[in-house]
């Protein structure tokens, strides 16, 4: 599970169908000998916590690290020498990391399954799962929907996983909306099977948005606080926006949110960004168990 | 479980012969498919340790963060955002903070069940159970005996939850011992349905006391480090206090100790210290079943 | 197992064999009831994660702490009251500090059972059964080999243990290959049972060695980076080096490994330390069924 790309839609319906599973509690736990190591080397609550509670649920051992301090990288050990550490541990590596490209480096040097857990500026295609599920379970169908992506694309290793994961479900249309400068980079988009709709402002929601997903626009990518503070102003969802979206579309933020989303939305029956976290624990459940199942 | 004021007496019972039965493994553990979110805020090993332990030996499918930088609080993500998040992944959840009020603003964000493990200077319900439980263990019971407290009342958690879990027992007296500047706020006396008696030196502790419940005083409370050492040495419990206390007496200190208290103590029969810190595995095993098994 | 000093040949055996067990998979787990804690007050990856993922498989309840920071001595409290504290919690408790003797004085205050995870300087002994079980399984047989060992001697906890592990299995020599400055301790090797013969250089490793045991040298044992740059690389065992071995014998390291060892290696039968580290699991699953068998 190293990138969105390398998954065909039999392989996410296999998964959707597990998370159901998990979620109705109607899969037996696998027992203490299977293991996971989860190492993560970039600090991270949600998609720690929910990984640790899916191992934890499936009935797995489970070992973890939680930053590069608490890995002999610290001692100067390479990263190939910890995974093969770890793989002589576990029979599933959870991985996170600031580099791009660390999750498939992983899979070269260890026989084990690898899953990609957010990898710098490059992938998550685990989020892109748990994205694609809740809008599965709220549309009863995830093809041919109208979405609106309102992010920093070019940075963001959540969005890059949503746009390839998308490839599998034949979009109505995808609208892009985002300052210029932090449009998706050309190496993503040349590998969508689908047409993307750049704007550079709200006013290229449609009217007929089925899913507004939102990400927050990180002021450490901007030149200055006031460029930052200027842009993301125009980026802000706020309740009028989510008023004038259609009666049974849905918004999605993979969160941590921080000034991208109007709380007053929260009660709205359009906020699904909790009900997409929670969603982090059977979709997870379901990745593990299903990698651990193909070994056995 | 949010504070010890809104206890009562058959709920106590009820905890205390639940911790009974847990230390006597008559108890059988859940299933993997209940869940805890430990959230510790505000660094803690006696208490995070020991509701790792229970939850650990309870069954549960545990996940926890043990300081702030662990959340994405750190990111910029709101409290309520963090605790609405772990609603999501767990059935319950047990939150240390430093701020008062926490778990009680956690608990109006959530549909699940909310343990206050410490919320700054408020209170600390498990720990007054605990502390109850370890003296009704010793005398058979825990209504009807002498306390002496030695502490910094007017910041401590500890004491404040201590001083309303009072309130079901019936003390015969409760003698207060502090500096003036560290007696218990009026907005804490003003609850007890029991008459403290203050005094500023360790003379205040009653021929009969039987409970002497010391807690350190904390440096960082005094205005320098030359009033601290001058106040410290008139509250430190030596082994002549303890040899002054009637036989059955017992002392209990919520830990860790720094000055507060004599090593000598430590071989007597008085000292339930670690006693009492053992305690908190059964006792919060027994809050964890309870609130797992009232919303099933 | 506070020492390799104290573990005789039947112990060993005893180990060796469950441990063999653990890997077929022919042990049924305990259950929840048993506990462990992990006190790590020193940074530890492989340490730490193989003995967390060991209690986890064994179906412990486990509650750990992996720096100072996570205990109350950063509050002030001593070890003694530490580790008091964590004996009313767990069965076991798995001890690693940066203070020689840590484990011993543990033993002494805690009625529980004590594992010395590496103590200062001092030793190492988990470890040191690792090494020996990994050579018993390549050789069928820890007797009557060569060994030539390439380390810091004098400040590693590693290979003193490993040196008293060694008074049980009759080693048919024994070379040591450091600086002069990084000799052995006296203490050390007066309580072997056996010869070491000493050299400064490579040239040392024997034409019939079995076992080649490499170490890193650590940088801030020297004087100054110009006094490391220039004996590294004297003991530096690059791919010439393993070829010149006997084709049956092996190298290990306790990694991680720094500057020590050719990665070309890697891909060689010799290389023997990522075998060496996976039976880190299997290893201190027996040690801890060992001892919570003993105490039943």
């Given at each position: 599970?190293?990138?969105?790309?390398?998954?065909?839609?039999?392989?996410?319906?296999?998964?959707?169908?597990?998370?159901?599973?998990?979620?109705?509690?109607?899969?037996?736990?696998?027992?203490?000998?299977?293991?996971?190591?989860?190492?993560?080397?970039?600090?991270?609550?949600?998609?720690?916590?929910?990984?640790?509670?899916?191992?934890?649920?499936?009935?797995?051992?489970?070992?973890?690290?939680?930053?590069?301090?608490?890995?002999?990288?610290?001692?100067?050990?390479?990263?190939?020498?910890?995974?093969?550490?770890?793989?002589?541990?576990?029979?599933?590596?959870?991985?996170?990391?600031?580099?791009?490209?660390?999750?498939?480096?992983?899979?070269?040097?260890?026989?084990?399954?690898?899953?990609?857990?957010?990898?710098?500026?490059?992938?998550?295609?685990?989020?892109?799962?748990?994205?694609?599920?809740?809008?599965?379970?709220?549309?009863?169908?995830?093809?041919?929907?109208?979405?609106?992506?309102?992010?920093?694309?070019?940075?963001?290793?959540?969005?890059?996983?949503?746009?390839?994961?998308?490839?599998?479900?034949?979009?109505?249309?995808?609208?892009?909306?985002?300052?210029?400068?932090?449009?998706?980079?050309?190496?993503?988009?040349?590998?969508?099977?689908?047409?993307?709709?750049?704007?550079?402002?709200?006013?290229?929601?449609?009217?007929?948005?089925d899913v507004l997903y939102v990400n927050r626009l990180q002021?450490?990518?901007?030149?200055?606080?006031?460029?930052?503070?200027?842009?993301?102003?125009?980026?802000?969802?706020?309740?009028?926006?989510?008023?004038?979206?259609p009666d049974d579309s849905i918004i999605l933020d993979p969160?941590?949110?921080?000034?991208?989303?109007?709380?007053?939305?929260?009660?709205?029956?359009?906020?699904?960004?909790?009900?997409?976290?929670?969603?982090?624990?059977?979709?997870?459940?379901?990745?593990?168990?299903?990698?651990?199942?193909?070994?056995?």
């Amino acid at each position: 599970m190293i990138s969105a790309l390398e998954l065909d839609r039999a392989r996410i319906d296999k998964l959707f169908s597990l998370s159901d599973k998990f979620k109705r509690g109607a899969v037996k736990p696998l027992d203490r000998s299977s293991s996971v190591a989860l190492a993560f080397f970039e600090p991270s609550t949600r998609t720690f916590s929910s990984f640790e509670m899916a191992a934890m649920k499936l009935g797995l051992s489970v070992t973890s690290m939680r930053s590069d301090k608490d890995s002999s990288m610290a001692k100067g050990e390479t990263f190939a020498d910890t995974v093969r550490m770890l793989s002589g541990y576990a029979d599933l590596i959870v991985i996170r990391s600031r580099f791009d490209g660390s999750a498939r480096f992983a899979s070269e040097v260890s026989g084990k399954a690898i899953i990609n857990a957010g990898d710098g500026q490059n992938e998550h295609p685990t989020q892109a799962l748990i994205d694609m599920y809740t809008i599965k379970e709220h549309f009863g169908k995830a093809d041919n929907l109208t979405y609106a992506i309102v992010a920093d694309l070019r940075h963001s290793r959540t969005t890059n996983s949503l746009l390839y994961m998308l490839n599998n479900f034949r979009p109505k249309a995808v609208h892009i909306i985002s300052p210029p400068q932090l449009k998706p980079l050309e190496q993503v988009t040349s590998r969508l099977k689908y047409e993307c709709e750049w704007s550079d402002s709200l006013a290229g929601v449609p009217g007929d948005v089925d899913v507004l997903y939102v990400n927050r626009l990180q002021k450490e990518r901007f030149q200055d606080e006031m460029e930052y503070n200027s842009v993301k102003g125009s980026y802000y969802i706020d309740i009028r926006v989510a008023e004038r979206m259609p009666d049974d579309s849905i918004i999605l933020d993979p969160l941590p949110r921080v000034d991208e989303l109007d709380r007053a939305i929260d009660g709205t029956d359009k906020a699904k960004y909790f009900v997409q976290a929670a969603n982090g624990v059977p979709i997870r459940q379901a990745i593990m168990y299903n990698l651990l199942s193909e070994r056995q």
